[in-house]
Every structure is written in structure tokens, then in C-alpha cells.
T-cell receptor, first 112, second 114 residues
């Protein structure tokens, strides 16, 4: 079982709709969870971090964490063409070990 | 401005040569990381360091070496033992040790082996 799994996509979403990106992780002791956005040819940039169960909202972005199901998601409301990118889910495995593992990423395409 | 500087941005190497990729940060971050990215593969962890003079292997450390002699610097050497070194290499840093991990990335170095 891979440590962090994401559907590679591409996920196509009409402009203005909600994009839903999902991620599962294997290590039940994982402490911190992150979503990064990566445009083609560029380095990743942090969008959201979440540390406890529930929802965390920041502008058009909402991160959701369910530790019991080992599941993290990212919702993007009112999707814009500029949201077209690869979204990487990342997990920090523990409080004494800063090993941060990434999924393969989901390519998101917003249709104008 | 604070940030992470990677150099060179593009590097060509002949087979059998070692190359060193530079990573410098002026963010006063404790932890630093090296990742490798291949098309469609996401980011794979090579090495990481939480404090000066200490570092740990990631998932694909074979054929690579690092040092952390200064807090600001975490160079990566790609040795001739690395079988398929052509890739996009990303250096990142994180402010706190222990359970966080909000990474700031450099612009990356693209290595091509001829």
C-alpha cells in the first residue's frame, strides 16, 4: 500500500463549479496534512494545512480531515481557470519525525 | 527578501560524473529537504535534515549524498551510482521541527544526464 494515494486525474471541472480532490494515507499515526498546488514547470506552493479532524476554510478553499478514515480532501469553490494545476497531498508522519511524504498529485483542469 | 535559492537551474552531466546541487535558505528554518520529481510521479523524498550536522535518508537515498554543516545550506550530491539521475530536483525548508511541515520550496534544479 502506498503511503499517500491520490487519483492522478485529470479531473475536469466547469468554471464556477466545485472541484473536489481526495487523498488517503496509510500511516494512522500521521500528524499533519497539507495541500500544495503546482503549476507546470514550477515548484509547489502551500495552499492549505490541516491538523485536526473537521473542516478548515480559507477563501475558496476548504480542507477536510477524517483521521478515522485516513482521508483528506480539498474543495475548491467557484473554480477558476487559474486553478488548473496539479494538486499534491502531503503528510507529515509524526511529531518526532519530520518525514514529509507526497502523493503523486491530481491534475485539475478547469473548463472555461 | 527571504527565500530558498537553488542553483543551478539547469545542469547537464555526462554519465559517470558526480554533480552537486546547491540549496541555500535565509528564512532561519530548522528543517530542510530534498525531493526528486519525475513526470507523473509526484515528489519523492531523497534526504531531510532537522538540525545542523544531522540528516536522515528518505525513500530514495541510494546514489545521493548530503551535508548540513550550516543551518542555511543543504547541498545535494548526485553520484555516479545513481542509475537514472535525470529529473527535477526540489529543495524545501520548514520552520519548525516536530509535527508541522509547511514547506517552502526553491525554484528547482533540472538535471539532465547525457
Amino acid at each position: 500500500q502506498k503511503e499517500v494515494e491520490q487519483n492522478s486525474g485529470p479531473l475536469s471541472v466547469p468554471e464556477g463549479a466545485i472541484a473536489s480532490l481526495n487523498c488517503t494515507y496509510s500511516d494512522r499515526g500521521s500528524q499533519s496534512f497539507f495541500w500544495y498546488r503546482q503549476y507546470s514547470g514550477k515548484s509547489p506552493e502551500l495552499i492549505m494545512s490541516i491538523y485536526s479532524n473537521g473542516d478548515k476554510e480559507d477563501g475558496r478553499f476548504t480542507a477536510q480531515l477524517n483521521k478515522a478514515s485516513q482521508y483528506v480532501s480539498l474543495l475548491i469553490r467557484d473554480s477558476q481557470p487559474s486553478d488548473s494545476a496539479t494538486y499534491l497531498c502531503a503528510v507529515n508522519k509524526g511529531s518526532r519525525d519530520d518525514k514529509i511524504i507526497f502523493g503523486k498529485g491530481t491534475r485539475l483542469h478547469i473548463l472555461p | 527578501d527571504g527565500g530558498i535559492t537553488q542553483s543551478p537551474k539547469y545542469l547537464f552531466r555526462k554519465e559517470g560524473q558526480n554533480v552537486t546541487l546547491s540549496c541555500e535558505q535565509n528564512l532561519n528554518h530548522d528543517a530542510m529537504y530534498w525531493y526528486r520529481q519525475d513526470p507523473g510521479q509526484g515528489l519523492r523524498l531523497i534526504y531531510y535534515s532537522q538540525i545542523v550536522n544531522d540528516f536522515q535518508k528518505g525513500d530514495i537515498a541510494e546514489g545521493y549524498s548530503v551535508s548540513r554543516e550550516k543551518k542555511e545550506s543543504f547541498p545535494l550530491t548526485v553520484t555516479s551510482a545513481q542509475k537514472n539521475p535525470t529529473a527535477f530536483y526540489l529543495c524545501a525548508s520548514s520552520l519548525y521541527r516536530g509535527g508541522t511541515g509547511e514547506l517552502f520550496f526553491g525554484e528547482g534544479s533540472r538535471l539532465t544526464v547525457l
